[in-house]
């Protein structure tokens, strides 16, 4: 009866134990996941929050948590317990991230058995034949030694015994936890990962007379960083932000919500510190190596402003060039407001317009596209779509003289020929880049000084017409 009572308490005993201290590992996956969600930022940065419910005893817990994204930063791991913050603590965090491949399976079994398969060379009905071997290299190629001889590379298949330990077939969070609390807690993770980033592109159908547009913004997003986000709520954040090189430290957030003008919107736009911010109306599931696509605004009937410009060098007036070219080209941009009045009014991210029109037929053509940069609310928009093929003109310096004893120390003269091959008339916009101080002389047409070294010059050109431009201009660039 003594021996009979003391086994049993030995029993309780290790019972007890197993109850308040967790002493195999715990697994949790992504099919754990209640929530996730990811901001996503424009260079390739990622941060990711989620919640999962992790069943643990009391003391210390060995949780390995699975299914994190492969280029994770493990240094902006946070976790934090929402059901008793105060009672789970990390003690230790590794990132395990050897995984298995077949390369890396036979370097462990380098001075091991294996057992090597060979095809049946009798007939298909042969039966296979198989050997113990010892891998002896997998430098350059498999090396076995079998029955005291060596075989290179055999044309046989790879039987390994067991799966050696410290490899893992995806990357691995791999924590001990101290509990003091309930066995189940859900925890919420948060870290930043690379291969993950996002853009803006934009398409703009201009109307048949050039003066309205209609446009539509899509984020595309790019995920490579080796996860999955399912059903993820998604937020973009648009803006230069700095990092710390080499490490990425995760940044605070502060929040201010504002109304987007406009039509149909996907996103809702934040201000967000100095940047923007914006948050998909609905949950997006993001699969890795995967390209998402996701509409972020739509406007239409945008007034727009065409531009034709011809645009010189500031090298022209240091010396004396003579002709300077013959059918230059001239350049094609349109403008648009970024305003509430004019159906926008949001901040734009920086992207890729891409603009389209309608022949006489009613097929759409591309036109051209240029890129933007993030461009606040009431700011204005310059594209340049292209050069004018009815528009050229002649560039020529008439004159050139040095001047001393004075203030400007040259003097030069141009023409400029505008020819306009096109039905209608065309106003061309001549900039001319200044070096150093300079004063205009003499001009046929009006001269605008535009900035402190431009001048600019509006030339209307009658339809299938000509128009001189000729202007003086006294320069000091000392």
Known sequence: MKKLFGGLAIVLLLGAGTATARQTPVSSTARDQSDVAITIYNDNLGLVKE???????TGRNEVRYMDVAAQINPRTVHMVSLTAPQA????????????????????????RK???????SGGDRAPEREVEATLVSTNGGLVYQVDGQFHVNPPARVILPEIPGGLISVPTLVWMLQNSGPA????????????ISWSADYVAVVDAADTKTDLTGWVTIDNTSGAAYKDARLKLVAGDIHRAQPDAMPMMERFQSVGIAGGKQAFEEESFFEYHLYTLDRPATIKDRQ??????????????????????????????????GTDMKVAVHLEMMNSQKNGLGMPLPRGIVRLYKKDTSGSLQFIGEDSIKHTPKDEKITMKVGDAFDVVADRT?????????????????????????????????VREPVPGDWKVLSST??????????????????????TVLRY?????WS
């Open 184 to 195: 189940t807690h859900k925890v919420e993770t948060s870290y930043l990962t690379g291969g």
């Open 397 to 429: 310096q008439v004159d050139f003289r040095a001047v001393s004893g004075g203030r400007y120390d040259a003097e030069s003269e141009f023409e400029i020929k505008i020819r306009n091959h096109k039905d209608e008339a065309v106003t061309v916009t």
């Open 472 to 476: 003086r201009v006294a320069v000091d």
């Open 291 to 324: 390209t998402k696509q996701i509409a972020l605004l739509e406007a239409a009937g945008i007034p727009l402003t065409k531009i034709y410009l011809l645009a010189g060098q500031p090298s022209y007036y240091r010396s004396q060039v003579g002709l300077i």
């Open 114 to 120: 294996v057992r090597l398969v060979f095809a049946p």
């Open 51 to 57: 919640t999962r419910t992790l069943s643990l005893g």
């Open 445 to 466: 047409l009006p001269a605008v000084k535009a900035d402190a070294h431009t001048i600019e010059f509006n030339v209307p050109v009658p339809p299938n017409g000509q």
């Open 88 to 111: 789970l603590q990390v003690v230790e965090q590794n990132y395990e991230y050897d995984l298995i491949s077949p390369e890396k399976l036979l370097e462990k079994f380098i001075g």
